[in-house]
Structure formats: C-alpha cells, structure tokens
C-alpha cells in the first residue's frame, strides 16, 4: 500500500464526511439511509477503507450528488494535476 493510496482514501473520506454534514445527517442516520453499516461508513470517512465503485453510487446517490462530484477534492488531491496518466491506446 502506497502513500498515495492512503491519501486518496483519506481524501475520498474527508469529502463525504463534509458532504453528510452540510446535510444535516448524523454518520449513523445516513448510513441507515442509504443501507450500509454505520461502522463501514465510519471507516469510509477515516480513510481506513478502499471503498468499491459499487458503494461510492450508492453514497453518491445518498448525498444527492454525482459519483464524480465525491472525487472532487480540490487542488489538494494527488490525482487532480490536470492530466491523465500513461495511457495506452487500444
């Protein structure tokens, strides 16, 4: 596990931890919510858990955003430089 992961899964967190909380929703209220266990939720918004893209929808769908408005960490994420990394062409 890279430093970079940890970031990303921290950053992730932090996003959908200031997401619920502009709502108004409790950690526990939302994850009964939205049908996942609070303690998953918690360890979401710690940063302690790689998250599926199946859950990300779901939480997405939830805070009434885009799956890609929870990946919008602002300038400070490490994957937000801009440009796409080495890609191959098919």
Same mark, same amino acid.
Request: proline content about 3%; overall charge neutral; glycine content about 12%.
């Given at each position: !596990? =890279?430093m970079? +992961?940890?970031?990303?899964k921290?950053?992730f967190?932090?996003?959908?931890r200031e997401?619920?909380?502009?709502? /108004?929703?409790?950690q ?12 998953? !939720? =918690?360890?979401? +918004? ?17 805070? /009434? ?15 937000n430089? =801009? ?8």
């Amino acid at each position: !596990m =890279g430093m970079n +992961e940890m970031d990303v899964k921290a950053l992730f967190g932090n996003r959908v931890r200031e997401l619920r909380r502009q709502r /108004g929703w409790s950690q526990e209220a939302f994850a009964h919510e939205i049908g996942l266990d609070r303690s998953y !939720m =918690g360890g979401v +918004e710690r940063g302690e858990r790689n998250i599926s893209l199946e859950n990300i929808c779901v939480i997405a769908k939830g805070l /009434g955003v885009s799956p890609s408005e929870l990946l919008a960490f602002g300038d400070s994420a490490p994957f937000n430089s =801009g440009s796409v990394p080495n890609q191959t062409k098919v």
